[in-house]
């Protein structure tokens, strides 16, 4: 099926060069950061993870996102969803590549990286988070692909394909959980200290994730033709909803546990992201966006007749991924660090390279799954004729 | 068709032959103790080493120069910039040496008077439990220790540790000034000690390496006023045991269950 992702119209290869423009671009500024280490990028002594974890946060996320498809079609046999969870399936593995990318970029010795397997560390976390980060792109990338060929053959799935679909469900849900306790288990760190994280996690990637599926696939419908069906896209819709009042719900209890218990470790996070703290206010715009942009997507999300109504609709969900990615990719992982473990504040602002370095990996993310997506449809596309 | 499948078949064959020659040689060597590792004859051994601070026999100076002594034994470089700073031991004042613990009716010198603070080579070290690749391990006296030739350089253990002991070579430290001569060739001030390379993590490591020839920590030994006690708390008659006998002490942050193994005498 591959060949199909070596045919297409000038758009097509058009569009790819534009990513390989920004993917070179992204490899030259890492080269840099390679031959003269991180500091090129704006991390430091307190603020030791910058946007690069970040992005490992929020796309794991988007990746385990796909489960919200899988999920409705393969457990209860919602059939609407039939056309889209390929499209589920393929992020996941685009978001789960990117993910790992982000990492590499963010080791100081990435020559290393085999360590991790070298030296299996059942107790660190990290290490369950690349087991479960590779087994569910593998999964992902298997039944994927197999269920395509299968629909391109017109045949049902093969028998063996099952399990393997049931299993990717829980899977889902074990990369955000195991991504959470990266922070959530950290003695000292009173932001990340929640046990509410991984739920935190996984509400805002139930949101994002879908969300950022079905801007893709109203863009697809415009430039293909590809067209899942009114009730699909309403589905989904109501999923992304439901999510997303949980992620703020979430999101007011920790306010409620570190301003009622009034203790200062679990408020000083809390203040520098809403109010600024000794004089530092880096994150206080974003965070206000982040909060403001959310409530205005649900005011828009949960009235039906707004929802319903494609053009607010997508408002609405590019306000959420925003919302999200303000929280997630910018907030969550550099406010843990602030006020650092002895209570002075470090603030973090990327370097030039270290964007350059992002948009090349988000490039480099979304050239695969341009790719995987073309595949998909065109595949759907000779099957449907 | 043949060739190929007889050459595949010899690539197994030699990859196999690799695969078990390497553990029977292992198994052949073990009982063979190598000389090269076995430590001084004098070394300083224990099997808790722990470290009292006596606060209040501190001067400017002394932590100066305590200060000093270990940046020369490590061959720690010097940053302009505060963000990409390596430290192992350095001042803090008390607010935030003992975060939570301020009261605004301290007595004059410990508002004023810093602290000094380091690795607090943790009974339960948080940086240990979360390091992926065992790069950062603990020893059986309790000394925290760095391989920096393991170090994959993922900080997870700047995030881990409680109290913001771990440096991280934001760049190539032989390359930095301080630890250039005049001809801009890397002379570190102790060649005994190695450098590091970029990207990977270092903290203070109590050192193990001059315990190991016999010689106290490079601090307490700049310390000549008994500033910085030393020694085994798992025997009685240690200096350091006496003194956390006779003294109240207060360690940082106790509540998180890491048992440090620095002790300040207020």
Request: glycine share 6%.
């Amino acid at each position: 099926m591959l060949e199909k992702a070596l045919k297409g119209s000038e758009r097509y290869w058009g569009w790819l060069a534009v990513l390989s423009f920004f993917i070179a671009i992204g490899f030259g500024a890492y080269l840099y950061q390679y031959f003269q280490g991180l500091g090129v990028t704006g991390m430091s002594r307190d603020v030791s993870w910058g946007i690069y974890i970040s992005q490992l946060t929020y796309l794991v996320g988007v990746a385990a996102s796909g489960v919200m498809l899988v999920l409705p079609y393969y457990l209860h046999n919602y059939k609407e969803f039939g056309k889209i969870t390929i499209l589920g399936e393929f992020m996941a593995v685009a978001a789960v590549f990117t993910c790992m990318m982000f990492v590499l970029v963010d080791l100081g010795q990435p020559s290393r990286l085999l360590n991790l397997f070298l030296y299996p560390t059942p107790n660190s976390i990290l290490f369950w988070d690349a087991i479960v980060l590779n087994v569910y792109m593998l999964l992902n990338i298997v039944v994927g692909w197999t269920v395509l060929q299968s629909e391109r053959k017109s045949m049902p799935p093969p028998k063996w394909v099952k399990p393997l679909i049931y299993l990717s469900i829980p899977w889902a849900f074990s990369i955000h959980t195991v991504t959470a306790f990266l922070y959530s288990g950290l003695a000292g760190r009173h932001f990340w200290l929640t046990a509410i994280m991984a739920p935190r996690f996984l509400a805002s990637a139930f949101c994002a994730g879908p969300a950022i599926l079905l801007l893709i696939v109203f863009i697809l419908r415009r430039l293909t033709g590809f067209d899942p069906g009114q009730k699909a896209i309403r589905a989904l819709a109501k999923i992304i909803t439901y999510a997303m009042i949980t992620n703020l719900f979430f999101l007011s209890l920790e306010l409620f546990t570190a301003f009622y218990s009034n203790i200062p470790g679990h408020k000083h996070t809390f203040i520098y992201l809403f109010a600024g703290l000794e004089g530092h206010y880096a994150l206080v715009p974003v965070m206000w966006a982040s909060v403001l942009l959310g409530i205005f997507s649900l005011i828009l999300l949960i009235p039906p007749r707004f929802r319903n109504n494609e053009k607010i609709l997508i408002i609405a969900l590019m306000a959420l991924v925003l919302s999200t990615w303000l929280e997630k990719g910018m907030g969550l992982v550099v406010a843990g660090f602030i006020p650092n473990m002895l209570d002075h504040v470090t603030e973090y602002y990327p370097s030039v390279y270290e964007l350059a370095i992002t948009v090349g990996i988000y490039s480099l993310g979304i050239f695969i799954l341009t790719v995987l997506f073309k595949i998909a449809l065109e595949v759907k596309k000779e099957a449907a004729s | 068709m043949d060739s190929t499948r007889r050459s595949f078949l010899k690539i197994l064959g030699v990859t196999a032959a690799g695969l078990t020659v390497r553990p029977s040689v292992e198994a052949l060597a073990m009982g063979v103790k190598p000389k090269g590792a076995a430590p001084f004859d004098n070394a300083l051994t224990a099997k808790r080493w722990a470290m009292a601070v006596d606060v209040g026999k501190f001067t400017g100076e002394t932590r100066k120069a305590a200060i000093e002594a270990c940046n020369k034994a490590h061959n720690i470089p010097h940053y302009e910039n505060h963000l990409h700073e390596i430290k192992w031991i350095w001042e803090e004042g008390y607010k935030h040496t003992f975060p939570g613990q301020e009261n605004e009716h301290l007595p004059a010198e410990i508002a004023r008077e810093p602290f000094l603070v380091l690795c607090n080579q943790c009974v339960n070290p948080p940086c240990v439990r979360v390091c992926p690749t065992q790069a950062t391990f603990q020893r059986p006296d309790g000394i925290v220790m760095m391989d920096y030739h393991r170090c994959i350089g993922c900080r997870f253990c700047m995030a881990g540790c409680p109290y913001g002991s771990r440096s991280f070579n934001w760049f190539d430290p032989r390359q930095q000034a301080s630890l250039k001569d005049a001809e801009g060739n890397f002379s570190p001030p102790n060649p005994e000690f190695p450098s590091r390379t970029k990207g990977v993590v270092e903290k203070c490591n109590f050192c193990a390496e001059r315990l190991a020839k016999g010689q106290m920590p490079a601090c307490v030994e700049a310390c000549k006023n008994n500033e910085l006690i030393f020694g085994d708390l798992d025997d009685h008659e240690s200096e350091v045991s006496k003194a956390l006998r006779k003294h109240f002490t207060i360690r940082r942050k106790p509540e998180l269950g890491t048992q440090p193994q620095i002790y300040y005498i207020i």
